[in-house]
């Protein structure tokens, strides 16, 4: 059974800095891809970040764009999100997710399309 476990959030203000981690349980986890999701209370869980687990490429929704950054360390089986510049709406539960399923065309963007997710870290951007 694969767990994933979330690391890092917290409150902080506007303009501050946080690095949430995620690090993976299991035998042999080999993924396809991993990701970071967020959603807040009467929303739904968006994407925020995703990597190719292999390669390395990266995506991420355009409200992040330019502020987080997705790392990996493959031999620690751990994801990283970097989010520098926070404001108020980053506010949200973050969940981190991965696939072992298959490879697809993009970096998979939708929640179906994972199947292993963390169980959410809350970060609070104060104004």
């Known amino acids: 059974q694969v767990q994933l476990v979330e690391s890092g959030g917290g409150l902080v203000q506007a303009g501050d800095s946080l690095r949430l981690s995620c690090a993976a349980s299991?035998?042999?986890?080999?993924?396809?891809?991993m990701a970071w999701f967020r959603q807040s209370p009467g929303k739904e869980r968006e994407f925020v970040a995703g990597i190719t687990w292999t390669g390395g490429t990266t995506k991420y929704a355009d409200s992040v764009k330019g502020r987080f950054t997705i790392s990996q360390d493959k031999a620690k089986n751990t994801v990283y999100l970097q989010m520098n510049s926070l404001i108020p709406e980053d506010t949200a539960v973050y969940y981190c997710?991965?696939?072992?399923?298959?490879?697809?065309?993009?970096?998979?963007?939708?929640?179906?399309?994972?199947?292993?997710w963390g169980q959410g870290t809350q970060v609070t951007v104060s104004s």
């Open positions: 299991g035998r042999t986890f080999s993924p396809y891809y």
């Open positions: 997710a991965a696939t072992d399923t298959r490879f697809y065309v993009r970096i998979p963007t939708t929640v179906h399309e994972y199947n292993y």
